[in-house]
């Protein structure tokens, strides 16, 4: 046998092993989810009335550092009035639910849209569940009808009836002067 390929087979093998310290810089275990769903349907009610239904392709819990459910691949959040009626909706491709706090982060072609027909289009809206109140402080995009309103910051209940914008602009048309 050549001596080159004694020493390239003795290199090899030394090089090879499952040294576990090595293998847990690839595997961190503190980053990986507890719970990995896909296709869900989740409902939220209230004295027996459907108040929010949220769908998501992609779900993963974590509960390291804290503990939070991140949705990916597409989300809709519809809410429901009283009467089983949907008055707002609301999707976008991803979210994080921080179980602690309660609040929702919704990211990447965030679309919140009233059921008056009006529409908003954002980057993010965050949705503090346990005030019922979605807001930004990213810029916003609201359309209604023809007009189209501009803004950063945005403040409303889930409902979409009414709302506040900071820093406005757009192009409206003016009637009945």
Not at 94 to 103: C, P, Q, T
Request: charged residues 25%; contains cysteine; aromatic residues 8%.
């Amino acid at each position: 046998m050549n001596i080159r390929v004694l020493i390239f087979m003795s290199v090899l093998l030394i090089s090879c092993g499952n040294d576990p310290n090595i293998l847990r810089t690839f595997i961190d275990r503190d980053n990986l989810p507890i719970e990995q769903s896909t296709q869900v349907v989740i409902s939220h009610t209230e004295q027996g009335n459907v108040k929010i239904r949220l769908e998501a392709s992609s779900v993963e819990r974590f509960e390291k550092p804290s503990t939070i459910i991140k949705l990916s691949q597409g989300l809709s959040m519809y809410f429901y009035d009283d009467s089983l009626n949907i008055i707002s909706v609301l999707r976008s491709d991803e979210g994080i639910l921080d179980e602690g706090s309660y609040i929702m982060t919704a990211n990447s072609n965030v679309i919140l849209t009233g059921k008056d027909g009006k529409t908003l289009t954002s980057n993010e809206l965050i949705w503090d569940v346990n005030n019922d109140l979605i807001f930004t402080d990213q810029e916003v995009e609201i359309t209604i009808g023809e007009d189209i309103i501009k803004g950063y910051g945005f403040k409303s209940k889930s409902d979409f009836s009414s709302y506040q914008l900071s820093k406005v602009s757009g192009d409206m048309k003016l009637t009945n002067l």
